[in-house]
């Protein structure tokens, strides 16, 4: 079975002092479930549909198995806020295998030692309108890094920075590719 370290770096838009995203992390079973959300602009009120997406998560990630039954059931709790786009992955580590459901503008891929996999999002709002999720599989093993970031990071190479040390590389991400006018948020799973 695989085993799985997880690191991620987040900070609110220069001048702010809530951030608009929010990342969740959980283990359980065989399984590991991984969110990120963005929401709707930034400071506050975004950060009310971003923290809803975390006790969401909180409550139900049991449900990460359904990784679209997941996702619409966060799209119903999240209606009447600003809503967020988002990414849901779903690992399991016994199959080595790797499933996405994005609704927006998240960033999400799988380094390997090959070649990337760039991860699939369909067009959306999670809370205010959303249309029939497309769950993506993927493989995943071991030296497989999960590479899943907000707009608030500017596009960049994976090959140009090292992921041995995995909470180095989500800090130094965020410090060097961080837009100052977005909330920024990077999130790293690394099989080993
Ligand atoms: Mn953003």
Known sequence: MLRLRFAAASRPKRGETASGDAFFFKEFDENALIVIADGLGHGEAAGI??????????????????????????????????????????????????????????????????????????????????????????????????????????????????FADLESAATKILEERGKDDDDATIVLVKCI
Request: proline share 3%.
């Open 49 to 162: 549909a971003a923290q809803k997406v975390l006790e969401f998560s909180e409550r139900n990630f049991e449900l990460g198995v359904e990784l679209e039954a997941f996702v619409r059931r966060c799209h119903e709790f999240l209606r009447g806020t600003r809503g967020v786009v988002m990414g849901a992955a779903l690992v399991d580590k016994e199959k080595e295998k790797l499933s996405y459901v994005g609704v927006g503008n998240i960033t999400a891929l799988i380094k390997t030692e090959s070649r990337p996999y760039h991860l699939t999002s369909i067009g959306g709002i999670v809370g205010y309108n959303l249309r029939k999720l497309r769950r993506f599989e993927y493989p995943f093993e071991s030296g497989s890094v999960l590479i899943m970031c907000t707009d608030g990071i500017s596009r960049f190479t994976p090959s140009e920075y090292d």
